[in-house]
């Protein structure tokens, strides 16, 4: 099985992977900072990815979408799916775990997709009055990720995330946008 796959993998490899680390893309050296707080219960469930900087585990894919839900013992299983070379690709599929970071109001997670080793996964950015978009990132921005409960992001909204994210240093200009489905249930 490959990996390469959506958000929290890439997180995970940039972690592990320090002979082949990801580029610095943030300008700022203002630390990062997430969300107050992440209602978990509303964040489970499906999520498209619509941009993220370029990594080395999703290169070549498209119609990418991440998969959350509750496991037993409080952890949350992760389910990452992405489309090789295209919508009618060959799909690719990781499943890993993630765990709330303590003293964080559920904006800070770890993930893991193999043995002991955890990544960081933070919410930078959300939408908290409908949890229709979110913004993801680790502590230093190596990388970026726009997600949203759609195949499309209103186009109003994402001109707002892409201003506010170069206000906090990142270089929108490196994004990738990714191919996505035309509506949420043509998406497998």
């Known amino acids: ?11 995970l490899a940039g972690a592990l992977s320090a002979c082949a680390p990801q580029p610095e893309r943030r300008t700022s050296d203002a630390p990062l900072t997430t969300v107050a707080e992440v209602d978990l219960e509303r ?12 990594n080395r585990f999703e290169r070549g894919c498209e119609g990418v979408t991440a998969d959350y ?3 037993p013992g409080g952890l949350i299983e992760v389910v990452n799916t992405c489309f090789r ?4 690709g060959p799909a690719d599929t990781a499943r890993g775990r993630a765990r709330v ?4 109001g559920g904006a800070q997670l770890e993930v893991s ?9 933070w919410i930078i950015e959300l939408d908290e ?24 992001l209103d186009p109003d909204v994402l001109d707002v995330r892409l201003a506010e994210l170069d206000a906090l240093g990142f ?6 946008f990714v191919e996505q489905w035309e509506h949420a249930d043509a998406a497998p």
Request: glycine content about 8%; hydrophobic content about 45%.
């Open 171 to 176: 270089d929108t200009g490196a994004l990738v």
């Open 69 to 71: 839900a509750r496991r």
């Open 85 to 88: 070379d295209g919508l009618d």
């Open 101 to 104: 970071v303590p003293d964080t």
């Open 113 to 121: 997709f193999f043995g002991p080793f955890w990544g960081d996964y």
């Open 43 to 54: 964040y489970l469930g499906r999520w498209f990815e619509i941009a993220r900087y370029d």
């Open 1 to 11: 099985m490959r990996l390469a796959l959506a958000p929290i993998l890439a997180l």
């Open 129 to 152: 009055a409908e949890y229709q978009w979110a913004v993801v990132s680790e502590p230093r921005g190596r990388y970026l990720w726009i997600l949203a409960r759609e195949p499309r």
